[in-house]
């Protein structure tokens, strides 16, 4: 296992009138974060909020190519980024206790602070298909070139983590700075991790290691 320091390469916020950043995704152009009563997009090169849509949002953000997924309490939405409306509900598998959500493969992974784990789930029903172990807490969960990272944040420790998908063994570790959390976690694709953090107001940017 490898344990490197975050390397910061920008923050965005606090936002006005957004004093939280829960979940966290990327749609390829902007970042989108939920602030408790709405989702958020953001540009990435100036930091400024182009729209929000009013949606409650306490938590993991995600987006599959077309769509937002929003967690609220124990609930995932499915919304249109365009009109901002809700197409779909499904059940969210910690039933409220759910943290980080992503999309890859085409299903719907899905953090559960408390009890440690990912939950892999049918993105239709909420159907769990698999759940991995973490030995922390989970916060945002993300994947990236066919690696599974998620966030942790206990105290006013917090880090990110990259595990086996199959066994849940820590591979690498990239601790943040203290007092620094991580609500939620999103990869731009290539060499970005975008996280929230929570009470902070911010976003940062954190350089993935290679």
């Known amino acids: 296992m ?7 390469i ?71 980024p365009a009109s ?23 299903f719907l992974w899905v953090g559960e602070y408390r009890s440690k784990q990912i939950h892999q789930i049918e993105p239709e029903t909420g159907k ?15 994947w990236v070139d066919g690696e599974l990272w998620h966030g942790t944040w206990e105290g006013e420790e917090s880090d990110l983590r990259r595990l086996d998908p199959q066994t849940g063994a820590v591979l690498d570790t990239i601790v943040m700075p203290d007092g620094t959390g991580v609500s939620g976690l999103e990869s731009d694709g290539a060499d970005r991790f975008f996280c929230g953090g929570g009470s902070s107001g911010k976003i940062r940017a954190v350089r993935r290691p290679r």
């Open 128 to 142: 769990i298909v698999r759940s991995i172990q973490s030995n922390r807490m989970v916060t945002g969960v993300t």
């Open 84 to 106: 901002g409306s809700v197409l779909a509900t499904i059940p969210a598998p910690g039933n409220g206790g759910d943290s980080g959500l992503t999309w890859a493969e085409g």
């Open 2 to 8: 490898t344990t490197t320091q975050a390397d910061i």
């Open 10 to 80: 920008r923050e965005y916020g606090p936002f006005p009138g957004l004093d939280q950043v829960h979940g966290v995704t990327y749609d390829g152009e902007n970042v989108w974060f939920a602030s408790g009563d709405s989702v958020n997009a953001v540009n990435p090169d100036d930091g400024s909020v182009l729209r929000s849509i009013d949606v409650a949002a306490h938590a993991g953000t995600a987006y599959d190519g077309r769509h937002l997924f929003q967690i609220a309490e124990d609930r995932i939405r499915k919304i249109d």
